[in-house]
């Protein structure tokens, strides 16, 4: 039997029917771009997180940036972020001219709350907080430190549809939290998508009018903005797969309840779950101080798909050569 690292026909079939059903409609409709497709998933996302708000977008990466860029951050502001994020964060810093600041990951894979005060200098302005693997940050420390400081709190929830930090969705508790709908993702569209959420009525607003050309009245544009819209198709394809998310999270977290009580190896160094959190299990990911690539050749073999995540942090890609990090 081949085990894939991503399965997304299997994901498709698991609904086929509903999926293209719900294709056809919009497609029939003759509206594919900020229609009632768009709105109604909106609804249901900001629902679903315990937002008051929710704006899809193009995609993950336009989530975090038009982010920074409506709270004001930009040239010569800096943003903590943990060094082990996937580089759209660090994108989504830099493409408002603002400096990122790493701060090394914990135990649990996430950003470590007890570094990031040693790294707040008076030009920082917000935290991104990456909700990596499906793991949770500490965010009874983040959001006190930000309080301390008055930063603004960005979550950054790619990978972690559906987890909760003390009972709260993660999305709900900072200013602003950043959704991609990549194929991969718990909820993941069927192309690119994203959206944000946020309990600011003004910010939800202006998001709006950022993500089309800048304009809330048409052909009247206040500001130059983006195309970024999450479109007819997507929103309705999400809203289908959004009915199943619960059950795909339990099904996660089944089997990584399994691999934890059966994978008994003192070379690997298993995950972890944050008390005070659960865990959605984007990624079951594993630590091995040795010997790393027989193990993934070992697993190939048997037909066991793997991935490094990730195999060059942003700090020492060829992108970001200029802010002089060196391994």
């Known amino acids: 039997m081949k085990i894939l690292a991503n399965d997304l026909k299997r994901q498709y079939e698991l609904h086929a029917a509903a999926y293209e059903e719900k294709a056809l409609a919009v497609l029939r409709s003759g509206w594919y771009i900020l229609g009632q497709e768009v709105e109604a998933f909106e609804r249901e996302w900001a629902n679903y997180i315990g937002t008051g708000y929710c704006v899809g977008l193009a995609s993950g990466l336009d989530a975090l940036w038009i982010s920074f860029r409506l709270l004001g951050i930009g040239e ?15 994108m ?33 302005k ?29 979550e950054d929830c790619a990978q972690s549809h559906g987890n909760h930090w003390k009972g709260k969705r993660v999305g709900s508790i900072g200013d602003i939290g950043c959704f991609s709908f990549y ?48 479109d007819e198709i997507q929103a309705g394809l999400l809203r289908v797969k959004l009915q199943y998310l619960e059950d795909l999270n339990a099904e996660r977290r089944r089997l990584a309840a399994r691999y934890l009580n059966e994978l008994k190896n003192p070379y690997l160094i298993l995950p972890r779950v944050r008390e005070g959190a659960d865990s ?18 070992h697993l190939k073999k048997h037909q066991i798909g793997t991935m490094i995540h990730y195999p060059i942090p942003p700090h020492l890609s060829e992108a970001y050569r200029y802010l002089g990090f060196h391994r």
């Open 280 to 297: 959605s299990w984007h990624q079951f990911v594993i630590h091995v101080p040795a010997h790393r690539e027989e193990l993934m050749n």
């Open 92 to 124: 989504g810093i830099t493409m408002n001219g603002a400096k990122p600041v790493f701060v090394e990951p914990d135990e649990y894979d996430n950003i470590d709350a007890d570094k990031i005060e040693a790294a707040i200098t008076p030009s920082t």
């Open 183 to 230: 194929p991969t993702k718990g909820c993941g569209a069927f192309g690119d998508g994203g959206c944000i959420t946020t309990n600011d009525e003004k910010l939800a607003e202006d998001f709006k009018m950022f993500r089309n050309y800048g304009s809330r009245v048409h052909y009247h544009n206040e500001v130059v903005g983006a195309n970024s819209r999450l």
């Open 76 to 90: 010569g502001d800096e943003v903590i972020v943990c060094s082990n994020a996937y580089i759209a964060c660090v």
């Open 126 to 154: 917000a935290v991104l907080a990456v909700h990596l693997f499906g793991q949770s940050c500490d965010m009874d420390q983040i959001m006190s430190i930000a309080r301390n400081h008055h930063l603004r709190v960005v």
